[in-house]
């Protein structure tokens, strides 16, 4: 029987693996000077040299090359060697934790770690998936795993590493590997199709790499089913044939379709991939990754490492990324999310995407562009001008006055948001509200008593700003304003709050709410009124118990009452 073409180029010798350069160097340099540990976790991706790598470790500790000493580049070739990349070695115990989890496996294991190696000079455990094993096993192993016997090593492999108790961790020489990159990925595919005399066209390798997932066994295997399917040269079509990858054309034409606001083509266009028999979900999927990349590609000006385009369609997605503004594709990339989502509860796929289409192209471009950064704003500011332009002189002249803390306070402010929308020409009906004072019309300056009048609502504004300054700024009253600074006075002792009102940052905000909400920004001082009198308290209900003719006489004069039998009442 043929050996599959991930096992059969496993790595043999730490340079071998591909992109965990930094974990091959120490473990080189610890065999060098004599410090392995006796313990290691590797934590990492599937498919990225985890086990290899536990495997070369156990080759150079146990490798006849190096004599009586470990050797940092194992032969390969030596019966000890060839056993441990068979998994026939005794010394090397492979363990699969998803299925030997339990308190007795890590008992028997515990019972047998103190034999001696029978054939090499170290033993060597490799607990795979550890983060599966019980709370009981973990404890069962951790005082063996902290003290073992000299000629053993555990080397703890894992996809998740956080799961991993850190009474374990903390006894480990922790080691992650990386997720490798489209090209790591593509540059081991080129060398095992070329060692097997495979013929694969370049942009089939880097479909292969990326539908792997940064996996090297996974994308070894597809290389092999693809290398039996095809017969002779592995073509692109082929590769997304077998793989149910979507060809990038149909990335491109349907994103073409949403930003003309075609419906009818997009809703054909998911027909079409119904006769051609394409995964629904399958092209959400890569629609999606599309959209990711055209974003990072705008925004970036650089194309992601992951896309394996040529040189037209290179210039097509340029192109396309330079078209679509950013509200559309965040725009975009929510709805395809969502439906995602709803298909993975149970909702049809091909439903999903067509109400994902239908709401792209039913989108006006101004709904559409709801999301932009914050730079986009001057990249639109002719447009905006010219909105402004068309308005009626006294809206536009208000609208360019408007700031973005103005249009909240609008916004938060049921007056002013009636106000506007009245103004716009619409009916609005509201209940009744006390009347405030608006602000000034554009090219009017308030005066004191206009300011006067705003007060209340000033308050209310700089209450939903700071509590804190509201509490003692309402013991304050506008008093002058001398030329562009507003005086507003306090009472007799109430020297701490306008102390308050001086301090840091609160004159810039009491100048900022004026200015949104009388269209003056004054600068502010806090002044104490130098009358010591004090203000007169209103007068006190009289609080008094009336005798009952006093009672009987008040009813009378307020309620008019009359007396019916006087001597029933006694």
């Known amino acids: 029987?043929?050996?599959?073409?991930?096992?059969?180029?496993?790595?043999?010798?730490?340079?071998?693996?591909?992109?965990?350069?930094?974990?091959?160097?120490?473990?080189?340099?610890?065999?060098?000077?004599?410090?392995?540990?006796?313990?290691?976790?590797?934590?990492?991706?599937?498919?990225?040299?985890?086990?290899?790598?536990?495997?070369?470790?156990?080759?150079?500790?146990?490798?006849?090359?190096?004599?009586?000493?470990?050797?940092?580049?194992?032969?390969?070739t030596c019966p000890r060697c060839e056993a441990i990349r068979q998994g026939v070695s005794m010394d090397v115990i492979e363990m699969d934790a998803a299925s030997n989890r339990g308190i007795d496996d890590i008992r028997d294991l515990r019972d047998k770690v103190h034999f001696a190696p029978v054939e090499g000079r170290m033993k060597v455990y490799i607990v795979d998936e550890v983060h599966m094993l019980t709370t009981e096993a973990f404890n069962a192993l951790l005082k063996t795993l902290e003290e073992p016997p000299a000629h053993a090593i555990f080397v703890l492999a894992t996809t998740e590493p956080h799961k991993v108790p850190a009474t374990i961790m903390s006894r480990c020489q922790r080691f992650d590997f990386r997720r490798p990159g489209v090209a790591e990925v593509v540059q081991v595919l080129a060398s095992v199709a070329a060692r097997e005399g495979i013929a694969v066209e370049e942009s089939s390798l880097t479909v292969i790499a990326r539908a792997a997932g940064?996996?090297?066994?996974?994308?070894?295997?597809?290389?092999?089913?693809?290398?039996?399917?095809?017969?002779?040269?592995?073509?692109?079509?082929?590769?997304?044939?077998?793989?149910?990858?979507?060809?990038?054309?149909?990335?491109?034409?349907?994103?073409?379709?949403?930003?003309?606001?075609?419906?009818?083509?997009?809703?054909?266009?998911?027909?079409?991939?119904?006769?051609?028999?394409?995964?629904?979900?399958?092209?959400?999927?890569?629609?999606?990754?599309?959209?990711?990349?055209?974003?990072?590609?705008?925004?970036?000006?650089?194309?992601?490492?992951?896309?394996?385009?040529?040189?037209?369609?290179?210039?097509?997605?340029?192109?396309?990324?330079?078209?679509?503004?950013?509200?559309?594709?965040?725009?975009?990339?929510?709805?395809?999310?969502?439906?995602?989502?709803?298909?993975?509860?149970?909702?049809?796929?091909?439903?999903?995407?067509?109400?994902?289409?239908?709401?792209?192209?039913?989108?006006?471009?101004?709904?559409?562009?709801?999301?932009?950064p914050a730079g986009a704003e001057r990249g639109r500011g002719e447009p905006a001008r010219a909105e402004v332009a068309r308005m009626e002189p006294g809206r536009a002249e208000t609208v360019r006055r408007e700031t973005p803390r103005a249009e909240a306070a609008r916004r938060e402010s049921p007056v002013a948001e009636t106000a506007?929308?009245?103004?716009?020409?619409?009916?609005?009906?509201?209940?009744?509200?006390?009347?405030?004072?608006?602000?000034?019309?554009?090219?009017?300056?308030?005066?004191?008593?206009?300011?006067?009048?705003?007060?209340?609502?000033?308050?209310?504004?700089?209450?939903?700003?700071?509590?804190?300054?509201?509490?003692?700024?309402?013991?304050?009253?506008?008093?002058?304003?001398?030329?562009?600074?507003?005086?507003?006075?306090?009472?007799?002792?109430y020297r701490f709050q306008a102390d308050q009102v001086a301090r840091g940052d609160n004159p810039r905000v009491i100048s900022e709410v004026l200015g949104t909400v009388t269209g003056r920004a004054l600068k502010v001082t806090a002044r104490v009124s130098e009358d010591e009198t004090a203000a007169p308290e209103p007068e006190k209900e009289d609080a008094r118990i009336l005798s009952r003719e006093e009672l009987i006489r008040v009813l009378a004069e307020e309620f008019e009452a009359q007396i019916i039998d006087d001597e029933s009442t006694r």
Not at 446 to 454: F, K, S, V, Y
């Open 420 to 493: 506007t929308r009245a103004g716009a020409g619409q009916r609005v009906t509201a209940p009744p509200q006390p009347v405030a004072p608006t602000p000034a019309a554009p090219g009017v300056t308030p005066d004191l008593e206009h300011i006067r009048r705003a007060w209340p609502l000033v308050l209310e504004a700089v209450k939903k700003r700071s509590v804190a300054l509201f509490a003692v700024l309402q013991e304050g009253r506008p008093d002058t304003i001398e030329e562009d600074e507003l005086v507003i006075r306090f009472p007799a002792g």
């Open 214 to 372: 940064g996996s090297y066994r996974d994308a070894i295997g597809l290389l092999d089913q693809l290398s039996t399917y095809a017969g002779g040269t592995i073509s692109l079509e082929q590769t997304l044939d077998i793989l149910g990858m979507v060809r990038q054309d149909l990335l491109f034409e349907i994103v073409d379709l949403v930003h003309d606001y075609d419906t009818r083509e997009a809703l054909l266009f998911v027909e079409r991939l119904s006769d051609g028999a394409v995964d629904y979900t399958q092209f959400m999927r890569e629609l999606l990754g599309h959209l990711r990349d055209l974003y990072v590609a705008k925004h970036t000006d650089r194309l992601p490492g992951r896309l394996a385009l040529a040189e037209d369609q290179e210039h097509t997605f340029r192109a396309q990324a330079g078209r679509l503004s950013t509200g559309r594709l965040v725009t975009f990339i929510d709805l395809l999310g969502e439906a995602l989502r709803a298909v993975r509860q149970g909702s049809d796929a091909r439903l999903e995407l067509e109400l994902v289409l239908i709401k792209m192209t039913a989108l006006s471009p101004r709904e559409a562009d709801r999301v932009e």
């Open 1 to 76: 029987m043929a050996v599959s073409l991930y096992r059969k180029y496993r790595p043999a010798h730490f340079q071998d693996v591909i992109g965990q350069g930094h974990v091959a160097r120490t473990l080189v340099n610890a065999i060098r000077q004599d410090r392995v540990s006796h313990a290691y976790l590797f934590a990492g991706p599937r498919g990225t040299g985890k086990t290899s790598m536990a495997r070369i470790l156990a080759m150079a500790l146990n490798c006849e090359k190096g004599g009586d000493k470990p050797t940092p580049d194992p032969d390969g």
